[in-house]
């Protein structure tokens, strides 16, 4: 089945240091690729995305791009700030036989420190 | 604007008593889903919809039962509650396909004495 493999954290960095998290996948099929961002005490909400191979989804200076021939789908930011604390979900949803169910990996923890 | 509500945001409950979580979008998504999030584990499907009348068991269904007779709700039914459904309850929608985005909503806490 599908899988989503993310790095464990917590990752601790300093204000302005950059950032990736990395993430890979396997999947069946076609997928298109997600990060969602969890800020303490809400629910996930949508980063970026990107649905195919070389596209390149960014939001508030993230980044990543949809690479088949690695699976992978990195997220990038070049300077983070305290506000960027959060947990971050990388996913994957791919139409296997009518099925839209996404696939989420574990979320890794980012905790950015003045 | 669109949204997704849950409710209660908190609920605290006894073992073996039966409770229904809310679950409301706006967006007017066919796509309707259950999750339950704890420490180690991400997140765990429990149950979805593709429309009104269709329900499905996701991967840790057992205990949980859900229905849906509109378009807007999902209500999330532990009927016989038991400590290890103490976790955070997040329901989300989505359009038709594979591309579309997840709206998530605020998240229930529940616990079970």
């Known amino acids: 089945g599908d899988s989503v493999t993310q790095m464990e954290g917590p990752v601790t960095l300093s204000e302005e240091a950059f950032l990736t998290i990395n993430c890979t996948y396997t999947a069946t099929g076609y997928p298109s690729l997600f990060w969602y961002v969890q800020y303490p005490g809400e629910g996930l909400q949508l980063l970026l995305k990107a649905t195919k191979a070389d596209d390149k989804g960014s939001n508030k200076g993230f980044e990543a791009t949809y690479r088949k021939e690695t699976t992978s789908f990195h997220l990038e930011k070049g300077s983070v700030q305290v506000s960027d604390s959060a947990v971050y979900f990388c996913a994957l949803s791919t139409p296997t036989g009518g099925s839209y169910i996404p696939t989420f990996g574990r979320g890794t923890s980012l905790i950015v420190h003045p | 604007d669109a949204e997704i509500t849950q409710s209660p945001r908190h609920k605290i409950t006894e073992t073996g008593r039966q409770v229904t979580l809310a679950c409301h979008q706006t967006?007017?998504?066919?796509?309707m889903f259950w999750y339950r999030q704890d420490l180690g584990h991400g997140l765990r499907l429990i149950h979805y919809?593709?429309?009104?009348?269709?329900?499905n068991k996701g991967e840790v269904s057992d205990g949980y039962s859900v229905s849906r007779s509109n378009t807007e709700d999902l209500p999330l039914t532990l009927e016989s509650a038991a400590s290890s459904q103490t976790s955070v309850y997040f329901c989300?929608?989505?359009?038709?396909?594979?591309?579309?985005?997840?709206?998530f909503g605020p998240g229930t806490r529940l616990t079970v004495l």
């Open positions: 919809s593709y429309g009104v009348q269709d329900t």
């Open positions: 967006w007017n998504h066919n796509n």
């Open positions: 989300a929608s989505s359009e038709y396909t594979s591309t579309d985005t997840q709206y």
